[in-house]
């Protein structure tokens, strides 16, 4: 079965970095793109970045563009988030998803704080 472990969450300072990752089984890993969210409390999950099957084409919303780097290694069937300059607003439950066979898939998900 599809599924997908998020780890690598924790606390940061504002301005600091931070790196997730995902582990994905249970499908063809290459075949699929894959997406971060994030949801934050008292919010909706929102779409944070994209990454296309072979990782040549990249996508992310305005509010992390040049600060957030989404990647993939399909060998290892792990995807990864890069975050730099985190703000407070950036903290949220960060989860990874696969859309396979027309079903959303999400993770457990790891907390991200970022907080002084």
């Not at 924790?10 to 793109?33: D, I, M, R």
């Not at 730099?84 to 396979?100: F, K």
């Amino acid at each position: 079965q599809v599924q997908l472990v998020e780890s690598g969450g924790g606390l940061v300072h504002p301005g600091g970095s931070l790196s997730v990752s995902c582990a994905a089984s249970g499908f063809t890993f290459s075949s699929y793109v894959m997406r971060w969210y994030r949801q934050a409390p008292g919010k909706e999950r929102e779409l944070v970045a994209r990454i296309s099957r072979d990782g040549g084409a990249t996508t992310y919303i305005d509010s992390v563009k040049g600060r957030f780097t989404i990647s993939r290694d399909n060998a290892k069937s792990m995807t990864y988030l890069q975050m730099n300059s985190l703000s407070p607003e950036d903290t949220a439950v960060y989860y990874c998803n696969a859309q396979v066979f027309g079903e959303d898939y999400f993770g457990q998900g790891t907390q991200v704080t970022v907080s002084s």
